[in-house]
Structures are given as C-alpha cells and as structure tokens.
C-alpha cells in the first residue's frame, strides 16, 4: 500500500520553486522519490531549494524561465527535455499576489496577476502536457487557494486570478483525461512565505478573521500542503481529476 504513495523514477517540474511553498513542494516530492527541475526567475533561490532536493538523493535541475513568456517556458521546456528527458509532474506554483481592491488596482497589475497566476499555468500545461500525452501519464498540480471558490475583499485580482486557476484546471482535466493525464488544484489556506509576510504582519485584522473561520483554528504551515501534494502527484490520487482538493483547516466547510 505505501508503494502508491512513492513517486520513484518520476521527473516533476516545480513553478516557482525558489520560494515557500515551491520549495517546500520540491523537497517532498524528492522525499517521495521524484527528480525534481526547478523553475523561477532568481536563480539564487532555486539554488537552495535544488540543495534541499539532493539532500534527499534525488537529482535536482534548475532553469531560469518566466512563466508568462511563452519563448521562456518553450525554451524551458526544451532544456529539460535536453537535460532531464521526460516529465511526469507538473506542479503549476509560480504566483503573485497584490492587496488592492477594485478602486486602487491599476488595471496593469490586475493583469500581470492574472498573467503569472493563469496564463503561466496554461503556457507551462501546453509546454509539458504533450509529453504526458505520448507516455499516456501525468500529473498536472495547479497551486490554487481558499480563493479558488470565494471571493476576499481586497484580494481582488488574486481572487479572479485562483478561481480562473482552478477552471482552468477542470477543463484541463477532460482535455486530458482520456490521455492518462489528472488535473487538479490544491486550494490552500495562508501560510506565511515571502508572498504574504508583510501582509500578515500589516493586517492583523484580515488575517485573525481567517484564523476565526477555521475549524482547526490557526493558519496553515508548509507540512500541511507538501503531503497532499505528494499524494496528487502519486498512484493513490489515480481517479482524482478536476478537483479542487482544499487544504485549509475547514476554512471552506463554513
Ligand atoms: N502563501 C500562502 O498563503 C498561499 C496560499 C495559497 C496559495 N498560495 C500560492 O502558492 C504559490 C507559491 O507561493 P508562496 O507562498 O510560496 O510565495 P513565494 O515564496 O513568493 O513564491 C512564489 C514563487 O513564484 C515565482 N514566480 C513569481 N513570478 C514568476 C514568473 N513570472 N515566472 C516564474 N516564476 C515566478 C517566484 O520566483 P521568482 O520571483 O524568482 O521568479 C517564487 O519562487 C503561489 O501560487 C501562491 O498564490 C500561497
């Protein structure tokens, strides 16, 4: 039985893997078996995490790429099939987020939210789903957010960018399916990470509510994602596609 959670002999390419949650991913997924290619902008950062992969005796890559470029993934993704032959996993984490509402948002970052949160999503699927295609498997993990499904005043783009994430990934997922490959989204609540620690600490008003409306009354960590992510990724999530799996202390059950 444990053999289905295992993800050995599998290549999984990680968005944003230089930072909390990428980062954080990788090392599980190594853990679980997989070689692991890191992709972010700052490739201090992926340095790093590649260590942390490694230090679980897996093969890590790194590659520099914008997932809003199209030429960048394209070039990404020829350079793993160059360096690192196939790819199982897709685990689409790259993201922004901005805490403007509707009257202070500048219309420029609402789409570059929706740029780096959707369409590199969509470019990184179109870049790695052929191959998955061809080998009938793969695993495409979309890193969505309690926000995947309900709106958050003030979250504004971010709130559009995690629901078009997640739809994105159901119509993904019967595109896909008749391949062999699952689509999901993993809906998660805060933790804290670079991407919102200065929120965390500005408003404190915002974030007690969350805290208020979770059944298990506190705010994620890191450990609480990286398993369900293993698990999307691995045999035992074979039949699951479509979903937004939420992982989020019952935040949505209320
Ligand atoms: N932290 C939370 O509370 C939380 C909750 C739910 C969902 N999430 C989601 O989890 C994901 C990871 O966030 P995090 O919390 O770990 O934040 P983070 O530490 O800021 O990580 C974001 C990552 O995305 C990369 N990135 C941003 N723009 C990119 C681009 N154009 N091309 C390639 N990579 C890009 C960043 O690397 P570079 O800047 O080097 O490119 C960084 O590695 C995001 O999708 C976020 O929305 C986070």
Known sequence: MGDRFRLDGLTAVVTGGGGGVGAAGAEALAQAGADVVLIARNRAKLEAAAGSVEAQG???????ADVTDAASVKAAAD???????????LFNNAGVTSPKTLFDLPP???RRIL????????????????????????????MGSILSGRGMASRTAYSASKAGLANLGA????????????VNTLGATVVVTDLNRELVRTQPELYGQVV???AL??????????????????????????QTLYVDGGYTAG
């Open 108 to 110: 420029e970052e609402f």
């Open 171 to 182: 119509a993904l997922a019967f595109e896909l399916g008749p391949h062999g490959v699952t």
């Open 212 to 214: 208020k409306r979770t």
């Open 79 to 89: 350079q793993i099939a160059a360096e690192a032959g196939k790819v199982d996993i």
């Open 217 to 242: 009354g506190r705010l994620g960590e890191l450990a609480d994602l990286t398993g369900v992510l293993v698990f999307l990724a691995s045999d035992a999530a074979r039949f699951i596609t479509g």
């Open 115 to 142: 740029d780096v949160n959707v369409s590199g999503a969509f470019l990184c699927a179109q870049a790695f789903a052929p191959g998955m295609v061809a080998r009938r498997f793969g695993r495409i993990i979309n």
């Open 58 to 64: 897996r093969r890590a890559w790194i590659v520099e």
